[in-house]
């Protein structure tokens, strides 16, 4: 179950290398055990994603508090047990039989809460002495009260098991929950995190919105990227600034921001600066010189293999061909962009460059809508788990929905599939379409997706 990817994060040295040593070197005779406390927002479950990533040689078990199964006794406590229920009957009979009626796979009286506080300590225990365990809890404030209780038992009670817990706690919904264990404060970032924090984000904003053709929010985003910038955005976030301070009649502020670019690109000899440079430039240049220099990007976009932007160029030069009435070339560049994009579902970019195309008189049908009879990604996750055994208790824990939700998913599965059990997944599943319509087997790659209906995309470069 472990996920493997470690999150972008910004800062947060000093709780990473709690985390790690909480992890790989933890301290004799200390429990592994870290409450992480702290506002919504503040990075908590980025935080026990950083954990699950550095876990990769370990068991990780996950349960998320939620706040409307708060009622439902023993919820969480099911779901984090899903990876150890096979171990169950190995279990002391006493605690065998309390923790079955638990989580309600027998009937009886209510638990006696210390046999079953031990029988999960016991199921930990053993499970830990093929792999070091991890047990991840989000939003434990929500955990039902029993669960919560359990754990917190089983958390004291952890002394030299290769055992390693961490709770996110959200304050102060969570006041009083879990007080008595070690614990990690989480506020907000440094300054100067903070600040890339900021600056990531308009940038994202600012491209987002310009491909949507609201310029005005990206003006107001970009910009403010550039203010919290730490560093590395900095360009990017200019660029942004430019196209869309030109679409907006702010001329002055976007050669602001071209001087500070050109200064910035200065000292680097690589495409990407290049090519925004001169499509900069482009953007606020008159006729013969325009067009000169968006032809220039276009070069060292390809050159330097920058298919996003190269996509942008064609987009901003075919756009500004249509305004100078040559509707044939602005047609070409303006097909060549829609096809780059809807091949790599830049659905924003790729309306705007519809649009564009449509207005000079040519007619495009997309082709990234998904197909009816097309498995959504979740639909397509479920089943591929399905397909390989697990159980419905199992997908659901690692996705975070209840057994019900994942029978109901797998329902529509099957009838989209024309199959009707669980054994003809795997087969039906190599010949289905994905969400982008093409049967899994002969899924091509992606530049193959980019489809060129002349000499377009396939092989971008100069013209
Ligand atoms: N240090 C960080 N670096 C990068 N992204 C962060 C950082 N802290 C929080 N985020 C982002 O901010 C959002 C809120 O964080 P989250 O972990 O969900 O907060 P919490 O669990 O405390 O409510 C998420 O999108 C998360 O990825
Ligand atoms: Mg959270």
């Not at 506020?187 to 308009?202: E, I, N, R, V, Y």
């Not at 005005?216 to 200019?238: C, P, T």
């Not at 196209?243 to 001087?259: F, I, K, P, Q, V």
Request: some cysteine; overall charge neutral.
């Amino acid at each position: 179950m472990n996920a493997s990817k470690l999150p972008d994060l910004v800062g947060r040295y000093r709780e990473c290398a709690v985390l790690d040593e909480l992890l790989t070197a933890p301290r004799a005779g200390e429990p592994r055990v870290r409450v992480l406390r702290g506002e919504a927002g503040m990075g908590k479950s980025v935080l026990l994603e950083y954990a699950a990533a550095r876990a990769s040689h370990m068991t990780v078990t996950r349960a998320q508090g939620v706040e409307a199964d708060m009622e439902l006794p023993y919820a969480s406590l099911h779901q984090l047990c899903a990876p150890f229920l096979a171990q169950v009957d190995e279990l002391p009979a006493p605690q065998r039989d309390a923790l079955r009626v638990a989580f309600g796979t027998a009937a009886g009286d209510p638990p006696d809460r210390f046999l079953v506080g031990l029988a999960v300590l016991t199921l930990l225990t053993r499970a830990s002495e093929n792999r070091t365990v991890l047990v991840l809890v989000d939003d434990a404030q929500w955990l039902d009260q029993v669960s919560l209780q359990t754990l917190g038992f089983v958390a004291r009670r952890l002394l030299a098991e290769a055992v390693a817990m961490v709770f996110a706690v959200r304050d102060p919904e969570g006041e009083g929950v879990l007080t008595h264990l070690p614990e990690t404060w989480i506020g907000g970032l440094d300054a100067a995190s903070a600040a890339q924090l900021l600056g990531a984000m308009g940038y994202i904003q600012g491209v987002l919105f310009n491909g949507l053709a609201r310029y005005d929010e990206a003006l107001a985003a970009a910009q403010s990227a550039i203010d919290h910038d730490g560093f590395n955005f900095r360009g990017l976030s200019l660029v942004e600034h430019i196209e869309a301070a030109t679409r907006c009649g702010r001329h002055d502020e976007a050669r602001a921001s071209l001087a500070r670019l050109l200064d910035l690109t200065r000292a680097t000899d690589s495409g990407w600066a290049a090519g925004a440079g001169a499509r900069s430039r482009a953007l606020l240049a008159e006729d013969d010189e325009a067009d000169a220099l968006y032809r220039t990007a276009l070069e060292e976009f390809g050159r330097g293999g920058v298919t996003v932007e190269l996509a942008r160029t064609h987009l901003l030069y075919g756009e500004w061909l249509r305004r100078n009435r040559r509707p044939a070339q602005a047609r070409e560049h303006l097909r060549t962009a829609f096809d780059m994009f809807d091949g790599m579902r830049a659905a924003a970019f790729a309306e705007r460059a519809r649009r564009e195309l449509t207005a000079t008189g040519e007619h495009v049908r997309t082709r990234a809508t998904t197909p009816s009879g097309a498995l959504t990604p979740q639909e397509s996750q479920i089943a591929t788990h399905a397909a390989e055994g697990m159980t419905n208790a199992r997908i659901g824990a690692e996705l975070f929905i209840s057994p019900h939700t994942v029978e109901w998913h797998l329902r529509k599965v099957y009838a989209k599939l024309g199959i009707n059990s669980r054994r003809a997944l795997p087969d039906a599943l190599a010949g289905a379409p994905g969400a982008d319509g093409r049967p899994r087997r002969e899924r091509r790659t992606a530049a193959d997706r980019i489809h060129a209906p002349s000499r377009a995309a396939g092989t971008p470069g100069p013209r």
